[in-house]
C-alpha cells in the first residue's frame, strides 16, 4: 500500500441526540474528537418506522395540488 494515500482513521467519540456518546472509528477531525449529531437512528423516521410529514415551504405543495388538482392528486 502506498504512504500518505488514505486518510488517518481513528477513534472519536459520536454524541448521539439523547446525550449517549458512543466512540467510533472515523477519518472525522482528529483522535478523541466529538461529533455531535442532529439526526441519529434513534430519532429518524428511516430507522424508527415513523411516517414523514411533508412540510409546505413557501406553498409549494400547495402551488403543485392547485396546478394538478384535475389530475386526482
Known sequence: MK????PD????????TD????PMRSTYGNEGD???LDIDPSV???WTGGG?????????VSKFKKKYEGLGF
Open 34 to 36: 466529538q461529533l455531535s
Open 3 to 6: 504512504k500518505d494515500l488514505h
Open 19 to 22: 446525550g449517549t456518546i458512543v
Open 52 to 60: 414523514a410529514r411533508l412540510m409546505d415551504q413557501g406553498g409549494r
Open 44 to 46: 429518524h423516521p428511516a
Open 9 to 16: 482513521y481513528h477513534v472519536i467519540n459520536v454524541k448521539m
